[in-house]
């Protein structure tokens, strides 16, 4: 029944790691994103996809690396783990398409990732 | 670039009361959608509320209300009745509706809002 989903929903891991975390989408959505949310709660974009193509990437480190291998998914790889990237990570998706535009995002119950 | 401003980071109400979440946003853009979220304890980021730009009746849901004023930039959140439930972190997000596909959202730093009994 999820609309969004993402796991892990915790994630402890030691500096240096590489680690992935996965999103889905049940709604038939065509856009999905990637937010951070940091200490003090600030939320801001990492990534779109639309249909599977790269629409926004907000001066995010290389070291994150987004990939959507349908439209239903959405999963963040993250590399050499620092201490700076412990966060909520958030999944959302919309419908985008010129046809039918819904504007509401709809979020997944966020990623708390601690780096050690 | 747009930016939102939640000028309130903290408010509180005591259950049964009105109280009123201040948002004012920054954009050249005329036609846009305005949001506020709700994020619990759980963490789960809960849309309250939305208000398309080209529409100049304010949108309501229930006992939440918005004061939408857009030559003044301002998109106030009115929660009436306060309800224990209510208390959470409040988002405010705005969103392009013009051509093109990046449709991210701009969110506030948001205003934490205590219900007390």
């Known amino acids: 029944d999820t609309a969004v989903s993402q796991t892990p929903k915790y994630l402890v891991t030691q500096m240096g790691n590489d680690k992935s975390i996965k999103c889905e989408q049940n709604?038939?959505?065509?856009?999905m994103y990637w937010y951070k949310q940091d200490s003090k709660k600030f939320l801001k974009i990492m990534f779109s996809y639309n249909n599977k193509e790269l629409i926004i990437n907000e001066t995010v480190p290389n070291r994150f690396s987004p990939k959507s291998p349908d439209k239903a998914h959405l999963n963040l790889h993250i590399n050499s783990l620092e201490l700076g990237d412990s966060a909520v990570y958030f999944c959302a998706s919309s419908q985008d398409s010129e046809a039918v535009l819904q504007e509401t995002q709809y979020f997944g119950p966020g990623t708390r990732l601690l780096v050690l | 670039a747009q930016t939102v401003t939640q000028s309130q980071p903290e408010m509180s109400v005591q259950e049964a009361e009105t109280v009123t979440l201040s948002c004012t946003y920054d954009?050249?853009?005329?036609?846009?959608?305005l949001f506020w979220y709700k994020q619990p304890p759980s963490r789960q980021m809960i849309l309250v509320i939305r208000q398309e730009a080209y529409k100049q009746q304010n949108a309501t849901e229930n006992r939440f209300s918005v004061n939408f004023q857009k030559a003044a930039k301002s998109f106030s959140l009115k929660i009436s009745d306060s309800q224990l439930g209510d208390a959470a972190m409040y988002f405010c997000?705005?969103?392009?509706?013009?051509?093109?596909?990046?449709?991210?959202?701009?969110f506030g730093k948001g205003t934490l809002l205590t219900v007390n009994p």
């Open positions: 997000a705005y969103r392009r509706n013009s051509g093109g596909s990046n449709y991210k959202l701009t």
């Open positions: 954009t050249s853009e005329s036609d846009y959608y």
């Open positions: 709604l038939g959505h065509d856009t």
